[in-house]
């Protein structure tokens, strides 16, 4: 590559975002880091520029279409034509399906869902010209079901089908696309999680390492280092896949 290939994360201000916004930068590629809020992506920035490394801050709520094709642009511009997507932006609005009002089902749905398909639809025109791409979308081991997120898991399935389909579509101009679906990583989302629940994050994940054949709960830099793949060069055979990174088999 004479100049490095441009990628772009979005959620990447932090956690699993983050973590793999820095692992990519470190892994030679120029990286935007995109989220809601242009200043709250400024430690990841900061970090990756820290390392020798290349980056870029955009605000945009990727449920916006017009907000979506405004950043794509921005980050051809200055950082050069995408070419790798982590589709990684996500929020919760749990709760029993009783109890789960139209606006926690819609957020959900809008950023998870919609966001995913607005970032790739813009990204996938720089993909095809150049003939080549990296698709990674963040689903969850949520997809498979779980109590009082009907929202976030109905979501996360949806992601793996779009990640599917999107590997057949896209597959003759040279464009893989992937799912890493984590199972319990160690974030400020679990911290609140755990919050909401009433217990202390240290027991919460005490429960949860128990649980998990490997003994441990994971890190975003678990994630990280799946999406370091699933984005490189080597990887240019495996398209269409749902890969479970939580310590254990799920699917």
Same mark, same amino acid.
């Given at each position: 590559?004479? #100049? ?9 201000? +932090?956690?699993?975002?983050?973590? =793999? $916004? ?9 990286? $935007? ?6 200043? *709250? ?16 801050? =955009?605000?945009?709520?990727?449920? &916006? *279409? ?17 070419? =790798? ?8 609005? &749990? ?8 606006? &926690? ?5 809008? =950023?998870?869902?919609?966001g995913s398909f607005l970032m790739t639809r813009a ?5 095809? @010209? ?18 009082? #997120? ?18 057949? @579509? ?8 992937? $799912? ?8 400020e989302m679990t911290a609140a999680t755990a919050e +909401? ?35 490189? @060069? @080597? ?15 799920? &699917?």
């Amino acid at each position: 590559m004479s #100049q490095p290939r441009t990628a772009i994360v979005t959620g990447a201000a +932090r956690g699993i975002g983050a973590a =793999v $916004a820095k692992r990519l930068a470190r892994d030679g590629f120029a990286v $935007a880091v995109i989220d809601l809020d242009e200043a *709250s992506c400024a430690d990841t920035v900061a970090a990756i520029e820290a390392e020798g490394g290349k980056a870029l801050a =955009v605000g945009a709520d990727v449920s &916006d *279409s017009a907000q979506v094709e405004a950043a794509v642009t921005k980050v051809a511009e200055e950082l050069g034509a995408p070419t =790798v997507l982590v589709n990684n932006a996500g929020i919760l609005r &749990d709760n029993l399906l009783f109890k789960m009002t139209d606006d &926690d089902w819609d957020l959900v749905m809008n =950023v998870h869902l919609r966001g995913s398909f607005l970032m790739t639809r813009a990204v996938q025109k720089h993909q095809t @010209e150049q003939k080549y791409g990296r698709i990674v979308n963040l689903s969850s081991t949520s997809a498979l079901g779980n109590r009082g #997120q009907a929202n976030y898991a109905t979501a996360k399935a949806g992601l793996q089908g779009f990640t599917k389909t999107l590997a057949i @579509e896209l597959g003759k101009f040279g464009v893989t696309a992937n $799912a890493i679906a984590p199972g319990f990583i160690e974030t400020e989302m679990t911290a609140a999680t755990a919050e +909401r629940m009433g217990l202390s994050f240290e027991d919460f994940k005490k429960g949860a390492a128990s649980m998990i054949p490997v003994g441990r709960i994971g890190t975003p830099d678990d994630i990280a280092a799946t999406a370091s793949f699933l984005c490189g @060069e @080597e990887a240019g055979f495996v398209s269409g896949q749902v890969i479970y990174v939580a310590g254990g088999p799920k &699917d």
